[in-house]
């Protein structure tokens, strides 16, 4: 029997692809239209940050 490789948690570092960026692009997106359209002000803030760190990313590829 050979030996299996699982990739499950493998990272793909995100480069300065075009696809990946549409990638970013939508992410950013999703996460402002989930801020804005939740009343918890918790929920509001979390996403409100997940979309921060995403617009970092996008400035650091670009």
Known sequence: M???YCKV???TPINNSQQNIDIL??????????????NDIRLVEFFESK???VQKMLENIA
Not at 25 to 38: G, H, L, R, T, V
């Open 2 to 4: 050979e030996n299996q």
């Open 9 to 11: 948690g493998a990272i």
């Open 25 to 38: 692009e939508y992410q950013y997106q999703n996460f402002m239209n989930k801020a804005s359209s939740i």
């Open 51 to 53: 979309a921060q760190k």
